[in-house]
């Protein structure tokens, strides 16, 4: 049986495949995965996920890495194999947070563009329409228009 999806390995959470997959596992079965990379990000998760694996009796094998769970050198290339992605993951964040950082300083990084006309609520509410009535005529929510009143009452 394949299974595959297209969501972010940075976390077990939301991965439906993944889940499914791992539930219908049984003892004596093998999980066959391209590349560690694929399966977790974290090395955490990994773990979790071994275990778990390892507590059904099932063993897992990567097709593109010399990773074999049923043997001693496999599960410890494995461990090292986790550690370099989450290390990897760890320095792209790393970058990442850089960049937005040089961009803010340059003052090319100014976040989401606003969706929501503040003057506008501002001139609802000053006509006398509660925040309920505001939210349907601009097609938002009431939490909106409280944020925007009380941050705008604050300043």
């Known amino acids: 049986m394949i299974r595959s999806e297209k969501v972010s390995g940075t976390s077990k959470d939301g991965r439906l495949e993944l889940n ?3 539930e219908f596992l ?10 560690v990379d694929r399966l977790a990000r974290s090395m955490f998760d990994l773990q979790t996920i071994v275990r778990d694996l390892e507590t059904k009796g099932v ?7 010399p990773i074999d769970t049923s043997t001693a050198a496999g599960k410890c290339f494995f461990d090292m194999l986790g550690i ?19 961009a803010k300083a340059a003052g090319k990084f100014k976040g989401r563009p606003a969706t929501i006309d503040k003057s506008r609520i501002m001139e609802l509410k000053a006509s006398g ?27």
């Open 26 to 35: 049984r003892e004596g079965d093998e999980l066959v995965i391209t590349r």
């Open 84 to 102: 370099f992605a989450q290390f990897e993951s760890s320095l792209r964040k790393e970058r990442q947070l850089e960049g937005i950082a040089k």
């Open 129 to 155: 329409l509660t925040p309920t009535q505001i939210a349907r005529e601009m097609n938002i929510s009431r939490v909106s228009v409280y944020r925007v009143t009380a941050s705008t009452a604050a300043a």
């Open 59 to 65: 063993t897992l094998r990567a097709t593109e890495q």
């Open 20 to 22: 499914t997959l791992l």
